[in-house]
């Protein structure tokens, strides 16, 4: 199965917002990510495609591997938890989320290569956010999949300098 290359616009069932303030507030959910100190342990970056839906492109290296020469289920959990978190941070412009619970599972192990995550936000707009992430291999071969609940958190995103650094300037 090859990556969704599809998703062009907003998520079925949500409300568009302005295209200027969509593309700044996902330009600035990228430089977050990138900003992040656990990012720096990764080769890895964050595209959002739509509002609901976001793609994490990960080198998975030996450096990640457990004793049995495959990525260790840390490196699941890290690539399918952000994928389906940005997914859903699309969708709150104001928040930086947290996630209040997850569920992953595995399909087949990495032995390296490039990976595709993709999230994709499902329901809620409130309070808590539900989202869904899989992972896909160098042959398009989904190896884990996750499924998520987020909650807004007291944090503004605007205090967070890695998000105002991402934000494209005027």
Do not use: C
Request: charged share 20%; aromatic share 10%; net charge neutral.
């Amino acid at each position: 199965m090859q990556p969704d290359s599809t998703v062009t616009g907003p998520v079925a069932g949500t409300t568009p917002a302005s295209a200027d303030g969509a593309s700044f507030h996902w330009r600035a959910l990228e430089g977050l990510y990138a900003s992040a100190p656990v990012n720096q342990l990764f080769e890895s970056r964050l595209e959002v495609l739509a509002e609901g839906h976001a793609r994490i492109i990960f080198d998975v290296t030996p450096q990640v591997f457990h004793a049995a020469g495959a990525a260790h289920g840390t490196i699941y959990f890290k690539m399918l938890d952000d994928a389906a978190f940005y997914a859903a941070n699309t969708l709150v412009t104001d928040r930086f989320l947290l996630t209040t619970s997850f569920n992953l599972h595995f399909t087949r192990p990495i032995h390296g290569g490039k990976v595709i995550a993709e999230g994709r936000w499902l329901s809620g707009r409130r309070r808590v956010l539900v989202a869904e992430a899989r992972l896909l291999d160098e042959e398009g071969e989904e190896v884990g999949r996750g499924t998520g609940t987020f909650q807004r958190s007291r944090i503004p995103l605007s205090s967070l300098p890695g998000y105002a650094a991402g934000a494209p300037r005027p």
